[in-house]
């Protein structure tokens, strides 16, 4: 009989942001959040449970709050304006590198240049730093999308901080052969940058790959994608309650990696469910 | 026996800017110019005898001049400003295709960014272009040239005008992945595009492909490169003396281009002793 071996990526989990929207969350207490804290939900839970952790899905919400955190993904401008202005103590907890891109957004479009994002327009991250934009923006996934948008002739372009650097490096190429002035902010955070790193590594030689997160977060899903470019038998799971033995059926090396905002005792559930298998 | 067609690019020859310096030369006339005027000899000499303009090394060999012409590629910053504040009538015949990345780097050497290059860093435009940065500036041909180079954060790049925009982006990329900042000016002219994507779409379907240019000439040996890469059999001369019958021989369809500082009547007398054989 085969005996499966585990191995995890050499970097995993979670990034300097995520532990420090954490570890505010936990001396905050009693506080709401505007929207999921983080992407994932068991954390958030536990969140909830241990220190009373409250999670709104936007302002509107509020009631009689008297602490709020803003999530790590950031919120739109005018959300956090409304709330300094208000009695309610903000505490932000806006990963710095999320932070960055919103400023970035900010000043370029003072500045007169057409900005363009690389991201979701649907993920929380990027609806904020568009919200900072008070000019032309484009928020885009692929360089065809903006084929017939006229641009200035001074463009800004920024990333999402979870997408993978080979796309941003193509829309940046993109626009060098439209447009004579390219601002370029790689604003892909390095712990992504490595995470994805060492998952395409691992994947390469492991004959199944698990990837754990929350089936919202954007870095979580290219981990995902990564590890299934390079070992077919590849799943996302949020936690071990989704893993199915057969998976692993035939298999010698089952390589583990997790998003971002996975907290590590998610992890070893995982690990520790598979070795009983 | 086979009828050889000669087909000329949809796109070649003299540029904007050289052919705004020949009428600047004409029109001033018993001038000297810094530097051969443009890379073609031939059209120099013509200057010569029919204007009696001189070419002259460097401002060094200035002796009783009262009119000097600054070559299309331009001259380093301070020779310009030596002959500036003379009491030398200074005709100015810089390419403004190329003033545009003297200005750019003079300016973002100013706002504290490194300043790349990429281009011939013995190319007289290239030369002229680094004289204006007063900082950092890292003159490249390949993006290996930057590996053991400390870069700052904040690095803007120009081209000199006459390079292939896909080795470009090369480099943009490279930075890219190493830099937060990156602001890209595409000063690659559009003469120069144009005559490229012309030589590359007849030189794919020639049986045999002639490049008319000095061989000094950064754009010509670009466009002798491409030709190249899609007919083996390409040659890129200057005069049509250099033209050799066995070329010719067993072949149906001669592409022909030129080089932005190739006169018409360069490529004329090509052409008619092509046809002759």
Known sequence: MLILKIELASNYGFCFGVK?????????????TIGPLIHNN??????????????LNGINELQDEKKVIIRTHGIPKNDLEKLNASKIDVIDATCPFVTKPQQICEKMSQDGYDIVIFGDENHPEVKGVKSYANGNVFVILEEEELENIKLSQKVAVVSQTTRKVEKFMQIVNYLI???KEVRVFNTICNATFENQEAV??????????????????????QLYLIAKNFCEDSYLIESEN??????????QLCGVSAGASTPDWIIQKVINKIEKI
Chains 1, 2 share one sequence.
């Open 242 to 251: 989704e893993i199915n033995s057969e998976w692993f059926e035939g298999k």
């Open 42 to 55: 068991e954390e958030i839970n536990r969140l909830k449970i241990n220190f009373n952790v409250k999670t």
């Open 177 to 179: 052969s439209r447009v």
């Open 200 to 221: 395409k590594n691992l994947s390469k030689k492991a004959d199944v790959m698990i990837v754990i997160g929350g089936k919202n977060s954007s870095n979580t899903k």
């Open 20 to 32: 420090r929207a954490i570890k505010m969350a936990e001396n905050a207490k009693d506080a709401s």
